[in-house]
């Protein structure tokens, strides 16, 4: 098997991820400060995700903006353990993650992991797979990467 590798070369920030207590509030803050269009508000949504190996059931709203190309995605979490519980707990709120669009996550999977960097919190949301890295050492924010599923087309 051909080994895969990053080329950061051709990857960029799709989205900046921030983690707060009150979104709608939040929103209206980025909406005035920084003249952004209208946050789109996704109602609550619960999922299970994989959370630091184990199964997790995480209950979060978000809202949704997009500037200079970025897609600005505010959190709140309502409940569950998860990485967004983590950061809140630690009396933080503000930029948790960046975000990359990609194909082939479980390359980038692999990649990281043999690196030592561990995945540890990962999910789908329809069509959307995501997974979260420990990059905090790092990076001083977790990564994230995001690969949109294509449907399989049917045979006959």
């Not at 929103?27 to 920084?34: C, D, R, S, V, Y």
Request: no cysteine; glycine share 6%; charged share 30%.
């Amino acid at each position: 098997m051909e080994e895969f590798n990053v080329n950061f070369k051709n990857l960029k920030v799709e989205q900046l991820g921030f983690v707060y207590k009150d979104i709608e509030k939040q929103a209206k803050i980025f909406e005035e400060l920084f003249n952004m269009p209208k946050f789109a508000i996704i109602p609550e949504t619960t999922q299970v995700v994989k959370y630091r190996g184990k199964d997790s059931k995480v209950n979060t709203k978000i809202a949704l903006s997009r500037q200079f190309n970025i897609q600005i995605e505010l959190i709140q979490l309502i409940e569950g353990e998860s990485v967004f519980k983590e950061f809140l707990d630690q009396g933080r709120e503000g930029l948790h993650h960046v975000s990359l669009f990609i194909e082939n996550i479980d390359s980038y999977i692999e990649y990281f992991e043999k690196r030592g960097i561990e995945k540890i919190y990962s999910g789908s949301i329809g069509k959307q797979t995501y997974a979260y890295f420990d990059t905090e050492e790092i990076l001083g924010m977790f990564l994230e990467v995001q690969e949109t599923r294509k449907r399989r087309k049917k045979t006959t």
